[in-house]
C-alpha cells in the first residue's frame, strides 16, 4: 500500500532531550516535506526537500533539524525540544518537485509531540 | 513570510446546507490548493487551481482561482455528515519551488 509512515505516533519528552521523528515513503517520491499544526494557525512548514541532499528552510525551522540520505526517508531532528515545539507534525510527500504532480502532496498519519 | 487570511474560522450547519469558505492573501499565488483534513488525519488535497479564473469540481465541491490571484473559493453543496473535517486553503508560487503557504483552516460542523 502506497503510503507516508511517521513514527512515532505519541511522544512526550522533556525539554533539551535529543529526539528524532522519522518519515518514510514508499512511493519513491522525489519531495518531501515537514509541517507542524497548532490550533488557528494552521499548518507552518518547516522544512523541505527536493531530492536526495537538497533541503531548504520553510517557514518555521528554527529548532528543527532535517537530513535526506535516501529518497525515501526524511527524518525531524530536535537536538534540544523546547515547550514550544509542543505540536502536531506532519510529514508529507509528492511525485515531482514541478509540474502538477507536484501539488499532490500525500501526507503522513501525524505526530503528536508533548515536550515538557 | 505570506499569510494566508481563511474564512470563516467555523461553521456550524444544518445537514444538506451549502458552504462557502475563502481564502485571501496579501501576495500573488500561481496554484491555489484546497485540502481537508478528517479528525486524527493528515490533510487530502481535494481540488487544485493553476489559473486565474479557473472554476473547478470535485463532485459536490467546487473551487475558484480569483481573477486576481490573491484569493480562493471553495463551496461545498448539499452537505452531509461526512463533511465534518477542517478545510485548509494553501498556495505555491511558481518562483519558489518547495514552499507551501497555508490559511489556517475552517472547522465544519454539520449538524444531522
Known amino acids: 500500500e502506497a503510503q507516508v509512515t511517521q513514527n512515532p505516533r505519541y511522544l512526550i519528552t522533556v525539554t533539551g532531550k535529543k529526539l528524532t521523528v522519522t518519515c518514510s515513503q514508499n512511493?519513491?517520491?522525489?519531495?518531501m516535506s515537514w509541517y507542524r499544526q497548532d490550533p488557528g494557525l494552521g499548518l507552518r512548514q518547516i522544512y523541505y526537500s527536493m531530492n536526495v541532499e537538497v533541503t531548504d528552510k520553510g517557514d518555521v525551522p528554527e529548532g528543527y533539524k532535517v537530513s535526506r540520505k535516501e529518497k525515501r526517508n526524511f527524518p525531524l531532528i530536535l537536538e534540544s525540544p523546547s515547550p514550544n515545539q509542543t505540536s502536531l507534525y506532519f510529514c508529507a510527500s509528492s511525485p515531482r518537485t514541478s509540474g502538477r504532480a507536484y501539488n499532490e502532496q500525500f501526507f503522513g498519519p501525524g505526530t503528536r509531540l508533548t515536550v515538557l | 513570510g505570506q499569510q494566508l487570511n481563511q474564512s470563516p474560522q467555523s461553521m456550524f450547519i444544518q445537514e444538506g446546507e451549502d458552504v462557502s469558505m475563502n481564502c485571501t492573501s496579501s501576495s500573488i499565488f500561481n496554484t491555489w490548493l484546497w485540502y481537508k483534513q478528517d479528525p486524527g488525519e493528515g490533510p487530502v488535497l481535494l481540488i487544485a487551481l493553476y489559473k486565474a479564473g479557473e472554476l473547478t469540481s470535485n463532485g459536490r465541491l467546487t473551487a475558484q482561482f480569483g481573477i486576481t490571484r490573491k484569493d480562493s473559493f471553495l463551496n461545498i453543496s448539499a452537505s452531509i455528515p461526512s463533511d465534518v473535517g477542517i478545510y485548509f486553503c494553501?498556495?505555491?508560487?511558481?518562483?519558489?519551488?518547495?514552499?507551501?503557504?497555508f490559511g489556517d483552516g475552517t472547522t465544519l460542523t454539520v449538524k444531522p
Open positions: 512511493m519513491n517520491h522525489e519531495y
Open positions: 494553501a498556495g505555491r508560487m511558481n518562483t519558489n519551488a518547495g514552499k507551501s503557504t
